[in-house]
């Protein structure tokens, strides 16, 4: 039997796991269970579930969360108790949001146990660092995003040499073909309505700004270890192919299924092999329509800003998340409106110099600056 630590369990990814898991049949013992916060539904989880470990992320909640669980539960605070969560199963999913989930990565993958990978950031922040680990220890990272599974799925077809492009699709969220004008006035909750995909109101926010395929771009490169070149995006409104491999030969091979994020998780749940369990199937018994158009990136900046960070490479793509995280909580907070996201991260890679990456501490230092020279950035608007 495997043991599994789900990192960031009461979010969406985390609930989606846990839903699997009750469906599957014991192959899989939930050794721990974290969040930072959300201590009801991590106490529900926990009763429900039985892990040895609970951590909490935020250690005042850590009296409370030991007087409300069972005593066979042991319970830590703290990022060093989640964190420890990574070091002690076989399998990890990390499903935090934010940059915070680049420690639960480097752990995981230095520990040789298998990554599944639903935090972005820790590839775009931290992926020299990530790929440096991968290639001393050979640990293994199974995506989970639902574009890197796919291409993840896709690229089983053929072998290294053989592949030409990698075609990340994605839906163009809610503002998809909107003027710069009627993106002038767009509120908050116009933004957090996305038309195919129900997720956390940071990545949804993302993708109304086509950063969240910015940011996918760059963990293609570092997961599939390909040229920015060779990945492309491409608007694909109904949500129906997940990604796209283009082959030497003129073949491409495409994941199509409905919007489901339990598939990509029992995949990697399974992997080498499959779920047992059906999720987001297609029925071509009724009419299907399939569309796909380039990204305008005259009006979605951050997908441009995405490419630039990532060619200049180095801390450039660090400095980017920071920005981003910072400029959409100020958005989420009614601080600035909706194309000044994009404005607050320009800002910020004008202003930055690259710095090496030798280690943790350095990729702190860099998500630090970035995040201050945004901050006054928003202060000055």
């Known amino acids: 039997m495997r043991t599994l630590s789900i990192l960031g369990s009461t979010g969406s990814i985390g609930e989606q796991t846990l839903d699997i898991l009750e469906h599957s ?8 269970l974290g969040a930072y916060n959300s ?37 830590r605070s703290g990022a060093s108790g989640l964190v420890s969560l990574a070091h002690e199963a076989n399998i990890v999913m990390n499903a935090i949001v934010g940059f915070e989930g680049l420690k639960v990565t480097l752990a ?39 574009e890197h599974s796919a291409i993840h799925q896709c690229l089983r077809s053929g072998t290294k040499s053989e592949v030409k492009k990698l075609i990340l699709t994605g839906s163009g969220g809610p503002f998809r073909g909107k003027s710069i004008d009627e993106l002038r006035y767009v ?8 038309p195919t995909w129900k997720m956390g109101p940071k990545i949804t926010v993302d993708s109304s700004t086509l950063m969240n395929k910015g940011l996918e771009v760059i963990e293609a490169k570092m997961l599939f270890d390909v040229d920015y070149d060779l990945i492309d995006v491409v608007i694909h409104a109904q949500s129906k192919v997940h990604s796209i491999v283009e082959f030497v030969d003129g073949s491409q091979i495409a994941q199509l299924s409905n919007p489901d994020m339990r598939l990509p998780i029992g995949y990697a749940l399974n992997y080498p092999d499959r779920c047992n369990f059906a999720y987001g199937v297609l029925d071509y ?14 009006i979605f900046k951050c997908l441009d800003l995405s490419y630039e960070a990532a060619r200049k490479g180095g801390s450039f793509p660090a400095a980017l998340n920071a920005a981003n995280e910072v400029a959409v909580e100020s958005f989420l907070d009614h601080k600035i409106d909706w ?9 910020v890679l004008e202003n930055h110099d690259e710095v090496g990456l030798a280690s943790f501490d ?20």
């Open 285 to 298: 018994g009724s009419k299907l329509t399939l569309t796909f158009e380039p990204p305008d990136i005259r």
């Open 187 to 194: 509120t908050v909750e116009e933004a957090l309505n996305h």
């Open 108 to 146: 995981t993958l230095t520990a040789k146990n298998t990554l599944l990978l639903a935090n972005k950031e820790s590839l775009v922040a931290g992926g020299e660092l990530v790929r440096k680990i991968i290639d001393q220890k050979g640990s293994l990272i199974v995506p989970v995003d639902s």
């Open 25 to 32: 049949t014991g192959e899989f013992e939930i050794f721990g």
């Open 39 to 75: 201590i009801d539904k991590l106490c529900e989880q926990a009763a429900k579930f039985h892990p040895k470990i609970v951590a909490i992320g935020n250690e005042k909640l850590e009296t409370e969360l030991r007087d409300r669980l069972d005593a066979s539960i042991e319970v």
């Open 339 to 347: 194309l000044s996201i994009a404005t607050v991260i320009e800002s």
């Open 362 to 381: 350095d990729v702190i230092n860099v998500d630090e600056a970035a995040r201050s020279s945004a901050r006054r950035i928003i202060d000055s608007m």
